[in-house]
């Protein structure tokens, strides 16, 4: 169980550990705001990736006959953990930053501790976000690409990657902005006498740690409750269903995805003149079929005879028409 775990989130909680434990040390010695502002980020990121890699390790329990549809939603439970923490760490960084607004600190010494720091977090955080990038495409069933490519492709793709992976990119990309900010900030407070800038990059790593939260949260909140899978993988289905040669068409079809797993159930239309033995054969054969279709978890097949109606339409022509 703990190898299914999501390797994304694992590497990223190592990686932020390391951050934020040389983070705290800078900030420590130099006082700067930028720096706290920061290292509670990448202590933030670090607890949440730890309870992320352990709720992807949960959530790659088999049924039960309590749980017969498996362990899959756990993963987003152990996500909206995550929320709560990134949450109040953002609510401290905010603080801490109005207070450097209304308080601007001296140019701290240090200087070249903070920019080694900073210059590390750039480069640690920017290969956990390529990596999550290659995982989302990888999840995705995207093809691969490389170079000034991945992260458009990652973007394109986030939405059918597993929760874990879709928090460590949102969370990477808010982590590398933070980092590069706040290595501006404490180079122009070295600098110049512009010391506002300290309060500014802080309150503002805040405000992005906000939106890692209501971003993340609306994610994992809709597969609490239980959302449709996208349309490709509906396609993907359907065509695997349409593709048996007994089978007419699809009355009906829900696909319903839990963590990174779908769940499909539909009504499918036989030719007409098939005995009941058959038609149970075919209904077993086509149960059998998806289930080998990636990420299927499970499939409840229903059978009707023809009706000579054409029922099954995609998505969207059922959206316009209604």
């Not at 030719?271 to 038609?279: D, M, Y």
């Not at 059998?288 to 499970?298: F, M």
């Amino acid at each position: 169980m703990i190898k299914k775990g999501n390797t994304s989130s694992a590497v990223a909680m190592a990686g932020n550990a390391v951050l934020a434990a040389a983070k705290g040390a800078a900030a420590f010695f130099t006082g700067s705001g930028a720096m706290f502002a920061s290292a509670m980020h990448s202590l933030a990121d670090a607890v949440n990736q730890g309870f992320v890699f352990v709720g992807s390790v949960l959530s790659e329990r088999r049924p039960t006959r309590k749980f017969p549809t498996g362990f899959g939603r756990v993963i987003n439970i152990f996500c909206m953990i995550a929320v709560i923490v990134v949450t109040i760490m953002a609510y401290e960084t905010i603080h801490e930053g109005i207070h450097l607004l209304r308080h601007p600190g001296e140019a701290s010494s240090g200087f070249w501790i903070n920019v080694g720091v900073l210059i590390l977090n750039i480069v640690i955080d920017g290969a956990i976000l390529f990596k999550a990038s290659k995982e989302i495409l990888k999840e995705a069933r995207a093809p691969m690409v490389s170079g000034t490519a991945l992260l458009p492709a990652a973007f394109k793709n986030v939405g059918r990657a597993a929760p874990p992976t879709r928090l460590v990119f949102y969370e990477d990309i808010v982590a590398v902005i933070g980092a590069f900010l706040a290595l501006v900030a404490v180079v122009v407070v070295a600098f110049t006498d512009f010391s506002l800038v300290d309060g500014l990059v802080t309150t503002l790593i805040g405000l992005l740690m906000i939106f890692v939260a209501f971003r993340v949260g609306y994610d994992n909140m809709i597969g609490l409750i239980g959302v449709s899978a996208p349309q490709d993988v509906e396609d993907k289905v359907s065509a695997a269903v349409l593709a048996d040669a007994d089978v007419v068409d699809i009355r009906e079809m829900r696909i319903i995805q839990e963590g990174r797993y779908y769940h499909v159930d539909t009504v499918v239309e036989l030719r007409v003149g098939l005995t009941l033995s058959e038609a149970d054969d075919i209904m077993e054969r086509i149960e059998n079929h998806l289930v080998t279709v990636p990420d299927i978890a499970d499939a409840a097949v229903a059978i009707v005879e023809d009706d000579g109606k054409v029922s099954w339409h995609r998505r969207e022509a059922e959206i316009q028409r209604n």
